[in-house]
């Protein structure tokens, strides 16, 4: 009999020690939920050491597939060139007008500025910063770039590409960054109407689109408006487009206008980033 | 210790490319999660206590890399883990197809307690993409296992 306990024993004890690591590692994972939710410090902490580690794969990784990556987005682009370059040849007709008319404003601003002094935009410092990994799920956008600490990058300096604004650095390590993009749920963004200069908020939905909230219903606001950074909030410099209006609504059960906004960059096809090191954040 | 550097190595390779092929590999709008295929491909060759720790070592480094609520991928990719090897004991046999099935089956249940724990704590749970998940990512990472799975046995086999 005791034979028999013993060889019971023997068998349950691994799978009884198994449950007690199980045990101690759930305990574990909600005490960190815990310090997580009342210190949101101790996440950027870990993730610049992951970070230091995961970087310089995600850097091999990436420039191994991106001739892959770009032969197929050229296949891709080559399926749809007949419908491209109609919309194009429309294009260069509206942009040749838009052009006459910008060119007149350029000599107007050109001698404003000569008397105002230097331009606004003259007195960033940008650097280039190559996206090196993503990460994308229903709760967080963000992307990794190969410049950090060493390259001078300091969390919340904004980040930009020609298109328009990207984001805002939220993690640096000595030579990684994490930018939280303007499509994260968690993000939000003074921004105003370019033309009417109407002030709201924009916020990330975790989709492609982004929403632009506490934009009075009496408001105007049209679909193709330019919306740009208001400057507000002290993060992001002012005048820097962040998309165009796509949808607009007026719900009876709302306070403010729905407002779906297409942001001006796409997310999917960037490979490099423009980062201003010298605007100073009121944080 | 064999074991120990190649567990490391995988993670590792696993969570870079988890950043950057997978952000291409879609199904639905819905991406590969190439980390649960290998934590579950370990579990079910290395047992329930390589389950369990590299469950919640690859959920920690989710966690700082992808994640929202520090422990939530930690504490899912455990239990998940630790789940597979029950959902394997349903099968007899060692059919190469049933990998793939307790693939999808615990992926539902990742997909499910993910979002379960997320809205508890607050965080929006989009619809569409939830009803995506629900359909695609156990598929996706059901074809993965399928290709992967026989590789990382054969690599566990040598190092046994």
């Known amino acids: 009999m005791r034979e028999v306990y013993k060889k019971v024993m023997a068998l349950s004890l691994p799978r009884r020690k198994n449950k007690i690591i199980l045990g101690i590692l759930i305990v574990l994972c909600i005490i960190l939920a815990s310090f997580n939710l009342k210190y949101q410090n101790i996440l950027p902490i870990g993730k610049s050491i992951i970070l230091e580690v995961v970087s310089p794969l995600q850097e091999a990784v990436t420039f191994l597939i991106n001739p892959f990556i770009k032969s197929i987005k050229t296949i891709n682009k080559l399926s749809n060139i007949l419908e491209e370059n109609r919309i194009l040849t429309e294009k260069t007709n509206t942009l040749l007008k838009e052009n006459i008319y910008l060119k007149e404003l350029e000599r107007e601003n050109r001698e404003l500025r000569e008397l105002l002094g230097s331009s606004y935009y003259e007195q960033f410092e940008i650097k280039l910063a190559k996206v090196i990994g993503k990460a994308k799920t229903g709760w967080k956008h963000s992307f990794f770039i190969d410049k950090g600490t060493n390259h001078n990058i300091k969390i919340n300096m904004s980040v930009i590409s020609q298109s328009g604004l990207i984001g805002r650095v939220i993690t640096t390590s000595r030579n990684f960054s994490e930018v939280k993009l303007i499509t994260d749920p968690n993000s939000s963004i003074a921004a105003m109407v370019q033309d009417s200069r109407k002030t709201g908020i924009i916020q990330g939905i975790g989709t492609n689109t982004l929403k632009f909230d506490l934009v009075p219903k009496e408001a105007e606001v049209d679909i193709g408006d330019i919306i740009i950074t208001s400057g507000l909030g002290g993060i992001f410099p002012k005048g820097i487009q962040i998309g165009r209006v796509s949808d607009i609504k007026n719900l009876d059960y709302e306070l403010y206008k729905t407002i779906k906004i297409l942001p001006a960059c796409n997310f999917d096809n960037i490979e490099e980033v423009l980062i201003i090191t010298n605007f100073t954040s009121l944080d | ?160």
């Open chain 2, 1 to 160: 210790m064999k074991k120990f550097f190649f567990s490391l190595f995988l993670l590792l390779i696993t969570l870079a490319i988890q950043s950057t092929i997978a952000n291409y590999i879609l199904v639905g709008g819905i991406q590969l999660n190439l980390v649960l295929v290998i934590v579950i491909s370990t579990s079910l060759i290395f047992g329930e206590f390589f389950a369990i720790i590299f469950g919640f070592f690859a959920g920690i480094c989710s966690d700082f890399l992808f994640g929202h609520i520090l422990g939530l991928f930690a504490f899912v990719n455990m239990i998940s883990a630790f789940i597979s090897l029950r959902v394997k004991r349903i099968f007899t046999g060692e059919h190469y197809i049933i990998p793939t099935i307790v693939m999808i089956i615990v992926t539902e249940i990742w997909v499910f307690l993910t979002h379960i724990i997320s809205f508890s704590l607050g965080k929006e749970v989009i619809q569409g993409n939830l009803i995506n998940k629900i359909i695609y990512q156990p598929l996706i990472n059901g074809l993965v296992m399928l290709i992967i799975h026989p590789i990382i046995k054969k690599i566990g086999s040598l190092l046994k």
